[in-house]
């Protein structure tokens, strides 16, 4: 394995000699002497002199004049950053907002984003976003992630300390934002932060951006990010966090009163070293798992939402693009084992970033439950950024949740990002290994790959190639499929067709294809699929539709409940789906969309329609109201039938 991953990293070094193209776009924060409380009226003394930065369109026509002028102010107190965005729109009334819901998807609405990359390296930052309803989202940047579901490279998981308030007027809106910095990590004594804004306007289909003015670029894309200067000597304070917590219980009969109590404690250690502490932890208001609903044999991983493990939960991602298949750290398997909930005694993180050192260490003590007695849980990570593109780093387990082994993980990854590989383009490249031991199984205890993305407007191009041992056993994180070598190709050709063709009324076209292609250590196939979706566009007035045909060869090892009662014998199976959708544009205050399934399911076949309907409402008459947004759609969604052959 040791000449495989040398090898691997070999490669990400020979692109280390094309440098980023400069991005020497910059603003400098204002300062105010005291603080105080936001509620969108742009029109106080604080913000007349401010510094202010103007937005320009980024797509889809880069640098174009627009009618929906943007500009951003920056002032900032020793504790707090300060922004303030006017947004104009010259058809106010037609602003969309679908969610007021704290982390809501705010992918169809008007929408205002900041990013801040608190030590400039262009690796970790934090995502402020606001809607034109007040709806606030906020999460975090870091290397390698994306979203499963979404692609988003934004967790969303995370909170920090920040207010924000919303204006709408006549002309459009405006909103104001308190950034208390207590939430944040950073070196005080460091003068620049990275940044981007940018804003979003749907019933347009138009972003607008301040730094990257470029189709392959976007604001979450940190290579692409500009500078806010002044922010030496801004202050986190002491960092300090009390949650202290008791509950008490009454049963009848012989039970009587019952209670416990523990607490949380938070502490800056350093300006760039942050403490957390739990004792006797209480995940009791943790919000509810989302639910992930897979027609699959294979396990599938559940979102983290317990605050204790959210915090720096970003130091932690590990590699590009594994998210569903290899977790080498899954938070998830602390404090519960076989889906039954295990209390966690004690837990204690510490999290920084200094120089070129990102730095996460955890450690927990978890309690006796039935026949499991406590035990110990470790993981730390530490990445070291060899400069502004390349990033090195390793992580360790120890501990096995269910105590049956003495479990240790150690893994390595490098990950490499450009935005000027020939010329202006996004090219990443990552590689990882993984060995695990303390388990006497026999078998291959390694694991390693390779992923190389080439994300950009025209082209969006994908290729990776992961090999996992069958007895490689991260007991703290999560494999899918042990004992697999995985090969995925996406290949994405956007074209947007130009102003004097006859095909002008389309915004872009997406046709692309997937192929996965999976063997056993001995290179017989487990799984292949293919995705075909030779139609899929948007217009330029935000109607879509796609059409998508899913070759599928599958092996069963073993049987697969894949509901009571309902088993799928082990064996060959070979089954085409396919898949057509149109949906009317999602500004619009009633959105339409109709989906029609059909296909094979192993020995089954099944048909599917799913006609859904959407639509916001506005209260009152006031540029001020708010829209509210409604579903009706399970009333309208239906008919969803399935038949399996024996």
């Given at each position: 394995?040791?000449?495989?991953?040398?090898?691997?990293?070999?490669?990400?070094?020979?692109?280390?000699?094309?440098?980023?193209?400069?991005?020497?776009?910059?603003?400098?924060?204002?300062?105010?002497?005291?603080?105080?409380?936001?509620?969108?009226?742009?029109?106080?003394?604080?913000?007349?002199?401010?510094?202010?930065?103007?937005?320009?369109?980024?797509?889809?026509?880069?640098?174009?004049?627009?009618?929906?002028?943007?500009?951003?102010?920056?002032?900032?107190?020793?504790?707090?950053?300060?922004?303030?965005?006017?947004?104009?729109?010259?058809?106010?009334?037609?602003?969309?907002?679908?969610?007021?819901?704290?982390?809501?998807?705010?992918?169809?609405?008007?929408?205002?984003?900041?990013?801040?990359?608190?030590?400039?390296?262009?690796?970790?930052?934090?995502?402020?976003?606001?809607?034109?309803?007040?709806?606030?989202?906020?999460?975090?940047?870091?290397?390698?992630?994306?979203?499963?579901?979404?692609?988003?490279?934004?967790?969303?998981?995370?909170?920090?300390?920040?207010?924000?308030?919303?204006?709408?007027?006549?002309?459009?809106?405006?909103?104001?934002?308190?950034?208390?910095?207590?939430?944040?990590?950073?070196?005080?004594?460091?003068?620049?932060?990275?940044?981007n804004v940018s804003r979003y306007i749907p019933r347009t289909q138009?972003?607008?951006?301040?730094?990257?003015?470029?189709?392959?670029?976007?604001?979450?894309?940190?290579?692409?990010?500009?500078?806010?200067?002044?922010?030496?000597?801004?202050?986190?304070?002491?960092?300090?966090?009390?949650?202290?917590?008791?509950?008490?219980?009454?049963?009848?009969?012989?039970?009587?009163?019952?209670?416990?109590?523990?607490?949380?404690?938070?502490?800056?250690?350093?300006?760039?070293?942050?403490?957390?502490l739990s004792y006797h932890t209480d995940f009791s208001e943790t919000?509810?798992?989302?639910?992930?609903?897979?027609?699959?044999?294979?396990?599938?991983?559940?979102?983290?939402?317990?605050?204790?493990?959210?915090?720096?939960?970003?130091?932690?991602?590990?590699?590009?693009?594994?998210?569903?298949?290899?977790?080498?750290?899954?938070?998830?398997?602390?404090?519960i084992v076989d889906g039954s909930v295990v209390p966690m005694d004690?837990?204690?993180?510490?999290?920084?970033?200094?120089?070129?050192?990102?730095?996460?260490?955890?450690?927990?003590?978890?309690?006796?439950?039935?026949?499991?007695?406590?035990?110990?849980?470790?993981?730390?990570?530490?990445?070291?950024?060899?400069?502004?593109?390349?990033?090195?780093?390793?992580?360790?387990?120890?501990?096995?949740?269910?105590?049956?082994?003495?479990?240790?993980?150690?893994?390595?990854?490098?990950?490499?990002?450009?935005?000027?590989?020939?010329?202006?383009?996004?090219?990443?490249?990552?590689?990882?290994?993984?060995?695990?031991?303390?388990?006497?199984?026999?078998?291959?205890?390694?694991?390693?790959?390779?992923?190389?993305?080439?994300?950009?407007?025209?082209?969006?191009?994908?290729?990776?190639?992961?090999?996992?041992?069958?007895?490689?056993?991260?007991?703290?994180?999560?494999?899918?499929?042990?004992?697999?070598?995985?090969?995925?190709?996406?290949?994405?050709?956007?074209?947007?067709?130009?102003?004097?063709?006859?095909?002008?009324?389309?915004?872009?076209?997406?046709?692309?294809?997937?192929?996965?292609?999976?063997?056993?250590?001995?290179?017989?196939?487990?799984?292949?699929?293919?995705?075909?979706?030779?139609?899929?566009?948007?217009?330029?007035?935000?109607?879509?539709?796609?059409?998508?045909?899913?070759?599928?060869?599958?092996?069963?090892?073993?049987?697969?409940?894949?509901?009571?009662?309902?088993?799928?014998?082990?064996?060959?199976?070979?089954?085409?789906?396919?898949?057509?959708?149109?949906?009317?544009?999602?500004?619009?205050?009633?959105?339409?969309?109709?989906?029609?399934?059909?296909?094979?399911?192993?020995?089954?076949?099944?048909?599917?329609?799913?006609?859904?309907?959407?639509?916001?409402?506005?209260?009152?008459?006031?540029?001020?109201?708010?829209?509210?947004?409604?579903?009706?759609?399970?009333?309208?969604?239906?008919?969803?039938?399935?038949?399996?052959?024996?």
């Open positions: 394995m040791t000449v495989r991953l040398a090898a691997l990293g070999a490669m990400a070094g020979l692109f280390v000699a094309s440098p980023v193209g400069a991005r020497d776009i910059s603003i400098s924060i204002g300062s105010v002497a005291k603080p105080w409380v936001v509620d969108g009226d742009l029109a106080k003394k604080q913000w007349q002199d401010a510094p202010s930065l103007s937005l320009i369109q980024q797509s889809p026509s880069p640098g174009q004049a627009t009618p929906f002028i943007t500009t951003a102010k920056f002032l900032r107190t020793q504790r707090h950053v300060y922004v303030a965005v006017a947004s104009t729109d010259p058809h106010a009334e037609q602003m969309a907002v679908h969610t007021l819901q704290r982390d809501g998807d705010q992918t169809n609405d008007d929408n205002v984003t900041i990013v801040l990359d608190t030590y400039g390296d262009k690796k970790l930052a934090y995502v402020l976003q606001i809607n034109a309803g007040g709806a606030m989202a906020d999460g975090l940047i870091s290397p390698g992630y994306t979203n499963f579901d979404t692609g988003s490279p934004v967790d969303y998981s995370w909170n920090g300390y920040w207010a924000a308030a919303v204006r709408r007027n006549p002309h459009g809106w405006t909103a104001e934002i308190d950034i208390d910095t207590q939430s944040l990590q950073f070196d005080s004594r460091r003068d620049k932060w990275g940044l138009l972003t607008l951006a301040w730094s990257g003015i470029d189709l392959n670029a976007s604001a979450t894309n940190l290579a692409w990010e500009g500078t806010l200067a002044g922010m030496q000597g801004t202050s986190q304070g002491s960092g300090f966090e009390l949650n202290p917590y008791g509950l008490a219980q009454y049963a009848g009969g012989h039970a009587g009163l019952s209670g416990k109590a523990g607490v949380d404690v938070k502490y800056n250690l350093t300006p760039q070293l942050a403490g957390l919000p509810s798992n989302l639910l992930n609903v897979a027609v699959s044999p294979f396990s599938q991983s559940v979102p983290e939402t317990r605050a204790f493990f959210l915090d720096g939960s970003n130091i932690f991602n590990f590699g590009h693009n594994l998210s569903e298949s290899f977790i080498p750290f899954y938070s998830r398997n602390i404090g004690a837990g204690l993180k510490v999290l920084g970033h200094t120089g070129h050192w990102t730095v996460g260490f955890l450690d927990a003590q978890m309690g006796a439950a039935g026949a499991l007695a406590p035990r110990n849980l470790f993981s730390g990570r530490a990445a070291y950024d060899i400069n502004n593109q390349w990033q090195v780093g390793a992580l360790v387990t120890h501990g096995d949740p269910t105590g049956q082994t003495s479990n240790t993980l150690l893994a390595f990854d490098s990950t490499y990002s450009t935005a000027s590989f020939a010329g202006h383009n996004n090219l990443n490249i990552s590689t990882w290994g993984a060995r695990s031991s303390g388990d006497a199984r026999p078998g291959n205890h390694s694991g390693y790959g390779l992923d190389v993305a080439y994300p950009n407007d025209l082209w969006w191009a994908d290729f990776s190639y992961n090999f996992y041992g069958d007895a490689l056993d991260p007991a703290l994180g999560f494999l899918q499929r042990p004992g697999t070598k995985q090969s995925y190709v996406n290949v994405n050709y956007q074209p947007r067709p130009s102003a004097d063709s006859s095909l002008n009324w389309v915004r872009q076209f997406d046709p692309y294809f997937t192929f996965r292609y999976v063997t056993d250590l001995n290179d017989r196939m487990l799984s292949k699929e293919w995705r075909l979706i030779p139609l899929q566009f948007v217009t330029q007035g935000g109607w879509s539709t796609f059409l998508h045909v899913n070759p599928t060869a599958e092996r069963l090892t073993t049987p697969y409940n894949i509901i009571p009662n309902v088993v799928v014998p082990a064996g060959d199976y070979h089954f085409t789906n396919g898949y057509f959708g149109l949906s009317t544009p999602k500004a619009y205050p009633w959105q339409l969309t109709l989906e029609i399934e059909a296909g094979g399911l192993y020995s089954g076949h099944y048909r599917a329609t799913n006609p859904e309907m959407r639509c916001r409402r506005r209260t009152g008459d006031s540029p001020r109201a708010s829209p509210r947004p409604c579903s009706i759609s399970p009333a309208l969604r239906a008919v969803a039938r399935c038949r399996l052959t024996e």
